[in-house]
């Protein structure tokens, strides 16, 4: 990981601590730390559903140039949501329950299709 990427990764851990002691002001701390339970939970179980060895999948046909299925996308995405929901945090859980609506899963493997064939295209001089 890069410098820029740490950086980015302590910016968000920091706006994430922030959110949560103003949800916790609001709510009360009994408050934040149920929501955060709930969210966790429903992390745990949408991961229990999907295996880590998804990762693994996805990362295997993008080294071989081929797109993964519209199922493995959605399963991956479903994957990741879990992991973003185990995350404590407001925007991590705002991403993470933004993943489990099909329409939002679907938009985004779109966009990632066309990300990866332009990519291939560019490297390949199509």
Same mark, same amino acid.
């Given at each position: 990981m890069s410098g820029v990427?740490? +950086?980015l990764l302590g910016l968000l851990i920091l706006i994430e601590g922030l959110l949560l002691i103003l949800l916790g002001r609001e709510s009360g701390?009994?408050?934040t730390i149920l929501l955060s339970s709930v969210t966790a939970v429903g992390g745990l179980w949408l991961m229990r559903e999907? #295996?880590? +060895? %998804?990762w693994t999948l996805v990362e295997i046909e993008l080294q071989q140039h081929r797109l993964p299925t519209d199922e493995l996308w959605q399963a991956f995405l479903l994957w990741l949501a879990g992991g973003l929901l185990l995350v404590p945090g407001?925007?991590? #859980?705002a991403l993470g329950l933004s993943l489990t609506v099909p329409d939002i899963r679907s938009a985004l %493997? #779109?966009?990632?299709n066309r990300y990866f064939r332009q990519r291939w295209n560019a490297a390949h001089g199509n």
């Open positions: 990427h740490w +950086s701390l009994l408050g999907e #295996d880590f +060895s %998804i407001v925007l991590t #859980d %493997i #779109d966009q990632l």
